[in-house]
């Protein structure tokens, strides 16, 4: 149809849709989720719970009694507050529409989360990628250089980083956090994993904004994320979010939950410990480099020539494991696979399917 193209984004007609692979039939370790439900107990008090929430009514968009249950069970320090987010990619889109002003620089490392460029390009903003160095550390000089020329209103850090997985030196990053001539928000999706978080030090930085989100706890599909700050950058973020972001039950089931967060962490905690007994599983395989993670996700790299990766990822779907292929993405990511860390079950066919796949 013309007039479609006539009428939309030329940007926008080049673009295809996020991809979300069919996993039907397939052990599921793509997208970072947590393998595990919720305590049966637990279940069904929120089923009752649910059949309670007015659905006829819209959501109270200043969510007081979430958020207050937030800052306390996330610890988020005195003089700072929250805005929630449906999911944190909402955060990323309503935090970058703020900031929009003419020719605003947003910048990140490069390879990282690709919402931030996304994001900077719908709202016409240039966006600087600072390459990573080959191990996936961060190159603070070129990162401090690229600061001091393009002047950046706003920068992205996702610590620990998707999807490398590393967790970038605390060093390099209060540098790059001293330097900014802007807004610095790190991305903390995967702290509960990581063991180390700028929360407790967000006074400590004016130009500091810490996003999480429950996605990768266990709670991806109930959509909530938030970011976190000095109440002078949070009631700005207010103003762009749509007010009715959070809808009602996603809002009654995380108060449920964050009552009960131990079982969050105990999730979490389930996981950590599979993350450390398959690293090694995957060292151990030959014709594979590991890269270290504070995630729940390992990337690897299928040594060998470009399309290798390809075909393990082939492989180890014809074998029922669906994990997230990288070749022909971001060049620095050629023949990389990212293993979502899933049940023990999980893992060990996983570990199976790739070690055949290698074979
Ligand atoms: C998964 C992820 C998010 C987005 O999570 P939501 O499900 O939208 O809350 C944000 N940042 C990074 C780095 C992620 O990997």
Partial sequence: MSRVRSVIRPDVLAMSAYHVADASGLIKLDVMENPYRLPEALAKDIAALVAGVAINRYPIPSAERLRALIRQTMQVP????????????????????????????VMAPSPSFVMFQMQANFFRLPFVGVPLREDFSI??????????????????IAFPNNPTGNAFALDDIEKIVRAAPGLVVID????????????????EFDQ????????????????????????????????TRPPFNLNVLTEAVAI???????????????????RER????????????????????????????????????????????LVKDFSGGHPSLQNCLRL?????????????ALKHALE
């Fill in 256 to 274: 449920r939950l964050l009552e009960n967060k131990s079982v969050l962490d105990d999730m979490a905690a389930r996981v950590l410990t599979e």
């Fill in 340 to 352: 979502t860390i899933g049940a023990p079950d999980e893992n060990n066919a996983m570990i199976r």
């Fill in 78 to 105: 005195a003089g700072c507050d929250v805005v929630l987010g449906n999911g944190s990619d909402d955060c990323i889109q309503y935090l970058t529409a703020a900031v929009a002003r003419e020719g605003a620089v």
């Fill in 278 to 321: 398959i690293a090694p599983l995957l060292r151990g395989l030959t014709g594979l480099t590991v890269y270290p993670s504070a995630a729940n996700f390992i990337l690897v790299r299928v040594n060998g020539a470009p399309g290798r990766g390809t075909r393990v990822f082939n492989a180890m779907k014809a074998d029922g494991v």
């Fill in 208 to 239: 500091l904004v810490v996003m999480r989100t429950l996605s990768k706890v266990g709670l991806a599909g109930l959509r909530l994320g938030y970011l976190a700050g000095r109440s002078e950058w949070i009631a700005e973020f207010n103003k």
């Fill in 139 to 156: 190159d603070v000089d070129a990162f401090l250089q690229a600061i001091a020329q393009h002047q950046p209103a706003l920068v992205w």
């Fill in 188 to 203: 903390e999706a995967y702290q509960p994993f990581a063991g180390a978080s700028f929360m407790s030090r967000l006074n």
